[in-house]
């Protein structure tokens, strides 16, 4: 009998594989390792062959890239009827994908089509003896709720920055087949992708994360806290839902439930309180460090370090000790 497998559609721009899709596929090899099942990696696109080879050497799982002119830009009918194709001859138990634009379009299509059950935003997975069900952020992330498919198939959405992104060392490397993609019908047709007009670096690109809160008192803060992103490389601004409503900083800074998640390897949550939506954004963080004046604020309930003291007092400080390191730049 053939084992039963997990498939992974990975999303690609211009033949890079963003942090995201990485994530969806890290969680699908833990549930695999957990369940005994294999997992398989699809890339949908035009030009999928570099991304496949790259994919299946560094993460060591077999790729199979669904290829066709028709599947760039993305459309959702056209990826739902080139990927479904593929996924009724392999009859897999789950199908995983990243919580984006594009996954959260697609996914529903897909579990229509395939009448199979649709998880979305998923942030874990609990195994009970023969049942599995997966966890999710709930009410603006104040719950956390545990739901049990109900159909044999299962199309899932990860939300980004619930997990780890990367794997280590594989044993050997994937293999990868290429199949073109049948031109099924389509009601609508993409013209273009524009992409919106960014200045700095990408929040889910950062390695450390500056995030600010009401606590840092008012606009005019703000040098305290740009001053201390410039002196790391890697380093992004950020900040909660309170200060973009206000006009602080632009919404493109927001994390949270409502804005970006994100996962650095350092969290510096300053002046930030702890709302759910908040933390539901950034729990991901490898390292969080809260500095509040408040020492029962709920952000120390999910920080690594706490740090109580004034941020216009605590900020000078650390930057004139990061000043005086040979690193600083």
């Avoid at 599947?71 to 990927?83: C, F, I, Q, R, S």
């Avoid at 874990?124 to 159909?151: Q, W």
């Avoid at 380093?235 to 602080?248: E, P, V």
Wanted: hydrophobic share 40%; charged share 20%; net charge neutral.
């Amino acid at each position: 009998m053939v084992k039963a497998r997990i498939f992974v559609i990975m999303e690609h721009r211009q033949g890079h594989i963003p942090q995201a899709a990485h994530e969806a596929l890290s969680f699908a090899l833990d549930l695999g390792a957990r369940q005994d099942l294999g997992v398989m990696a699809m890339i949908p696109g035009n030009r999928v062959e570099t991304p496949a080879r790259e994919l299946a050497r560094t993460a060591g799982v077999d790729v199979t890239g669904v290829k066709g002119e028709h599947l760039e830009p993305y459309n959702g009918e056209v990826w739902k009827g080139a990927v479904a194709e593929v996924l009724e001859d392999e009859d897999p138990l789950y199908i995983c994908m990243s919580h984006t634009a594009t996954g959260f379009d697609l996914a529903p299509r897909l579990a229509y089509f395939l009448k199979a059950s649709c998880i979305t935003s998923v942030v874990g997975v609990r195994i009970t003896g023969d049942k599995v069900s997966f966890i999710r952020p709930m009410f603006n992330n104040k719950l956390h709720g545990e739901i049990t498919p109900a159909m044999k198939k299962t199309v899932l959405t990860v939300l980004p920055g619930s997990g780890p992104d990367s794997l280590s060392g594989p044993a050997s490397k994937g293999h990868v087949r290429i199949v073109r993609a049948g031109h099924a019908p389509s009601l609508s047709k993409t013209l273009k992708l524009k992409a919106s007009q960014k200045t700095g670096l990408n929040l889910g690109d950062a390695d450390l994360i500056v995030s600010a809160g009401r606590g840092l008192g008012g606009p005019e803060n703000l040098h305290l806290l740009e001053e201390l992103v410039k002196a790391f490389p890697g380093a992004a601004l950020a900040s909660s839902k309170a200060l973009c409503d206000q006009g602080w900083l632009p919404y493109k800074h927001q994390v949270g439930v409502t804005g970006q998640t994100v996962s650095p390897r350092l969290y510096l949550a300053c002046g930030i309180s702890g709302a759910p939506q908040h933390i539901g954004g950034m729990r991901g963080s490898q390292t969080i460090v809260a500095i509040n004046t408040n020492p029962e604020a709920s952000i120390f309930n999910v920080s690594d370090y706490c740090v109580v003291e004034d941020l216009e007092t605590f900020i000078p400080v650390l930057l004139k000790e990061l000043k005086g390191h040979s690193g600083y730049r």
